[in-house]
């Protein structure tokens, strides 16, 4: 008799162990993944289409969404799209423009991040941004707010409606896609939590005053004028704020783990619209 | 027999702690400086392995500063602190270098 309820404790120990273990990173695909996320936030929030997770925690909060919605009717972006048309529109020293590395769209979203095979590495938009401006004599940007992040602004507003891609080609874009996914889930900083602790299994739950956003989506926004910031910021820069809130030392801002981590996050948003730029809390 | 081995017991606490007050054991430049050095040795390797946590190095600049205000313990009970920091992002890091999709999601 002791046996036998040794036999089922094992072999519910052992269902139940291979059910919930965690996943190492290679161990599913990215089809797998897209699919893993979205499963688990339509469990989560059932009734929530999945294009309205583009709008971050306000796709699942009725209140935060009412004052989300008052905002947003004198969007204070809107004169960093203008200023950013400007910085479009005026021609380097060299007297070519922006245009000239983007085919004269600045409707560019859908086509960043993507893998450049050539180089061997994830080409984010900022960072394209900057490599037009070296080409043309031009001094770099500061990646996190400023000058780069209204030109963002510009051309995410130019791109509302696209859905991103993030195709992973072949294997080296795997492996990056990979990185970026060990990035969101590797527990880091004093506090030992992971992106995933507060956006996907902690999604909806209220952290002092504010409620935490679900991962899906999360890329899809930027750049963000973000009300505790007073001013428009890149996605960057909210990564390294989210790295300093688990007491970790951030990364810099389009180095290689963060442009891996895009990379990941937004092929996670597959078929969600980018509708940038944004306002949020 | 049992209060005089207490009575030993105290005196002999109130000795140390006097000979510590007095300084017999203070803490110098030079005790302080190995335990600044091996803490930036873990800090650097932590770093390495792409894990560094967010005060580690706020945390040796303060061990510098009690140092140079000659407050070597205060400065060395920083830099062990520190030190342990950087290990044990050392350690976090070596064990979440396969980290994936987590067990709850499915």
């Given at each position: 008799?002791?046996?036998?309820k040794?036999?089922?404790?094992?072999?519910?120990?052992?269902?139940?162990?291979?059910?919930?273990?965690?996943?190492?990173?290679?161990?599913?695909?990215?089809?797998?993944?897209?699919n893993?996320?979205?499963?688990?936030f339509?469990?989560?929030?059932?009734?929530?289409?999945?294009?309205?997770?583009?709008?971050?925690v306000?796709?699942?909060?009725?209140?935060?969404?009412?004052?989300?919605?008052?905002?947003?009717?004198f969007?204070?972006?809107?004169?960093?799209?203008?200023?950013?048309?400007?910085?479009?529109?005026?021609?380097?020293?060299?007297?070519?423009?922006?245009?000239?590395?983007?085919?004269?769209?600045?409707a560019?979203?859908?086509?960043?991040?993507?893998?450049?095979?050539?180089?061997?590495?994830?080409?984010?938009?900022?960072?394209?941004?900057?490599?037009?401006?070296?080409?043309n004599?031009?001094?770099?940007?500061?990646?996190k707010k400023?000058?780069?992040?209204n030109?963002?602004?510009?051309?995410?507003?130019?791109s509302?409606?696209?859905?991103?891609?993030?195709?992973?080609?072949?294997?080296?874009?795997?492996?990056?896609?990979?990185?970026?996914k060990?990035?969101?889930?590797?527990?880091?900083?004093?506090?030992n939590?992971?992106?995933?602790?507060?956006?996907?299994?902690?999604?909806?739950?209220?952290?002092?005053?504010?409620?935490?956003?679900?991962?899906?989506?999360?890329?899809?926004?930027?750049?963000?004028?973000r009300?505790?910031?007073?001013?428009?910021?890149?996605?960057?820069?909210?990564?390294?704020?989210?790295?300093?809130?688990?007491?970790a030392a951030?990364?810099?801002?389009?180095?290689?783990?963060?442009?891996?981590?895009?990379?990941?996050?937004?092929?996670?948003?597959?078929?969600?619209?980018?509708?940038?730029?944004?306002?949020?809390? | 027999?049992?209060?005089?081995?207490?009575?030993?017991?105290?005196?002999?606490?109130?000795?140390?702690?006097?000979?510590?007050?007095?300084?017999?054991?203070?803490?110098?430049?030079a005790?302080?400086?190995?335990a600044?050095?091996?803490?930036?040795?873990?800090?650097?390797?932590?770093?390495?392995?792409?894990?560094?946590?967010?005060?580690?190095g706020?945390?040796?600049?303060?061990?510098?500063?009690?140092?140079?205000?000659?407050?070597?313990?205060?400065?060395?009970?920083?830099?062990?602190?520190?030190?342990?920091?950087?290990?044990a992002a050392?350690?976090?890091?070596?064990?979440?270098?396969?980290?994936?999709?987590?067990?709850?999601?499915?």
């Amino acid at each position: 008799m002791k046996l036998k309820k040794l036999a089922i404790a094992a072999v519910c120990a052992f269902v139940a162990g291979s059910v919930y273990a965690d996943k190492k990173t290679t161990e599913t695909t990215p089809a797998e993944d897209v699919n893993t996320y979205r499963d688990y936030f339509m469990k989560r929030f059932p009734g929530v289409p999945l294009e309205e997770y583009a709008n971050g925690v306000y796709a699942i909060d009725k209140v935060s969404r009412d004052n989300w919605e008052a905002v947003e009717e004198f969007p204070p972006y809107e004169p960093m799209i203008e200023d950013g048309e400007t910085m479009w529109n005026t021609p380097f020293a060299n007297g070519k423009t922006y245009g000239s590395c983007f085919n004269d769209d600045p409707a560019q979203r859908k086509n960043y991040p993507h893998w450049d095979d050539a180089r061997k590495t994830v080409v984010t938009l900022p960072m394209a941004i900057n490599e037009c401006r070296t080409a043309n004599g031009e001094k770099p940007l500061k990646y996190k707010k400023g000058a780069i992040a209204n030109l963002l602004a510009y051309m995410a507003y130019e791109s509302r409606g696209q859905k991103p891609t993030a195709e992973i080609p072949n294997d080296d874009a795997l492996a990056a896609y990979n990185k970026g996914k060990q990035v969101y889930f590797a527990r880091r900083g004093q506090f030992n939590f992971n992106c995933a602790s507060c956006h996907m299994q902690s999604a909806g739950q209220k952290a002092r005053a504010d409620i935490l956003s679900p991962a899906l989506g999360h890329t899809t926004g930027w750049p963000v004028y973000r009300s505790k910031w007073g001013e428009l910021g890149t996605l960057h820069r909210r990564y390294g704020g989210c790295m300093k809130q688990m007491r970790a030392a951030p990364y810099k801002a389009q180095g290689e783990e963060f442009r891996n981590l895009e990379y990941f996050m937004t092929h996670m948003n597959k078929d969600i619209e980018f509708n940038g730029p944004s306002a949020r809390k | 027999m049992m209060t005089s081995i207490k009575k030993t017991l105290l005196s002999a606490a109130a000795a140390a702690a006097l000979a510590i007050s007095s300084g017999a054991f203070a803490a110098s430049q030079a005790d302080f400086d190995a335990a600044y050095a091996a803490a930036s040795a873990e800090l650097k390797k932590a770093k390495s392995m792409g894990n560094a946590w967010r005060d580690t190095g706020k945390m040796l600049k303060k061990a510098e500063a009690a140092a140079k205000e000659g407050n070597f313990g205060k400065a060395i009970g920083i830099a062990r602190d520190a030190k342990f920091q950087a290990q044990a992002a050392q350690e976090q890091a070596a064990s979440q270098a396969s980290a994936g999709n987590p067990g709850y999601l499915y």
